[in-house]
């Protein structure tokens, strides 16, 4: 009895400043302040961002976790650690090494601008990129753990059969782990879309150019409170949507 009043308590507590939240918002005007220039201008920069961030993501995490997943030892470890600094570091930190490392002045963004032209901060790159980086981690940890229960003899059978690693990875192996690629996708998409720290550290906050929704949210909360718990609403709506659409991954079914 005791531990179910505390766990009620607990849901309580998490619950209370969602629904302060909701309750302060203006639904009346719901649909006018959603067309404002700077909320559609968000809206549009967060869903394009995100979506781009997921793919880089994916792109670049799955060789990672294919990678992890044939690894054991310290090296594996170091390795391991590595991809998830990103998700433990303050978000701030992780803006300023991106800063550091893909700057005007950055041990690599000196020389891409020189090869290039590109200019990562201040840009929707840039943005992409900040989003990618905090992301990765979560399709790192996502698909290599999906990747460690996979039955070897699979891979086995299909280099009886005169496969190379490559095909047997593109044809055995990702096709078995599928659901936890659309998991990892979604994730990554969730993540990047709820992004502050590292954007406006590294992107910086233009409207219209580098102003995420987030950003738009912090910025509105001194200006345009209303405007401010609508975009609140979408963020809250798209994490549920996440949430409930990953349920079956996350809550075991009776």
């Known amino acids: ?14 619950a209370a400043p969602v629904i302060s939240l909701l309750w302060r918002v203006p639904w009346s005007r719901m649909s006018s ?11 549009s920069l967060s869903l394009i961002s995100s979506v781009l961030a997921a793919v880089v993501a994916l792109t ?3 060789p990672v976790a294919l990678l992890l997943s044939r690894m054991e030892g310290v090296l594996a470890s170091i390795t391991r650690a590595l991809m998830m600094l990103p ?6 930190v992780g803006g300023a090494a991106l800063l550091f490392a893909f700057g005007r002045r950055g041990t690599l963004g000196a020389a891409l601008e020189e090869v290039s032209g590109l200019v990562l901060p201040y840009s929707l790159a840039g943005v992409v990129l900040a989003n990618a980086f905090v992301a990765l981690p979560f399709v790192v940890l996502t698909i290599e753990g999906s990747l ?9 059978a299909a280099a009886s059969l005169g496969a190379n ?18 998991a990892a996708g979604f994730l990554a998409w969730a993540r990047a879309l709820g992004e502050f720290g590292a954007t406006i550290t590294f992107a910086g906050n233009v409207p219209g150019k580098t102003q995420t929704l987030p950003l738009a949210v912090f910025v509105a909360m001194e200006t345009d409170q209303e405007a401010a718990l609508v975009m609140s609403v979408v963020l809250i709506l798209v994490s ?5 659409t990953m349920r079956d991954r996350w809550w075991p079914s009776r």
């Open 165 to 182: 690693q490559f095909h047997t990875t593109v044809k055995v192996v990702l096709p078995m782990v599928r659901s936890s690629l659309i």
């Open 240 to 244: 549920l949507v996440v949430l409930l």
């Open 87 to 92: 998700m433990v570091l303050p978000p701030v």
């Open 148 to 156: 460690r229960t996979l039955d070897p003899r699979f891979e086995l």
């Open 60 to 62: 670049l995490g799955v």
């Open 33 to 43: 302040l959603l067309t404002e220039e700077v909320v559609t201008d968000a809206i």
């Open 1 to 14: 009895m005791r531990i179910r009043v505390v766990a009620l308590l607990v849901v309580a507590l998490v």
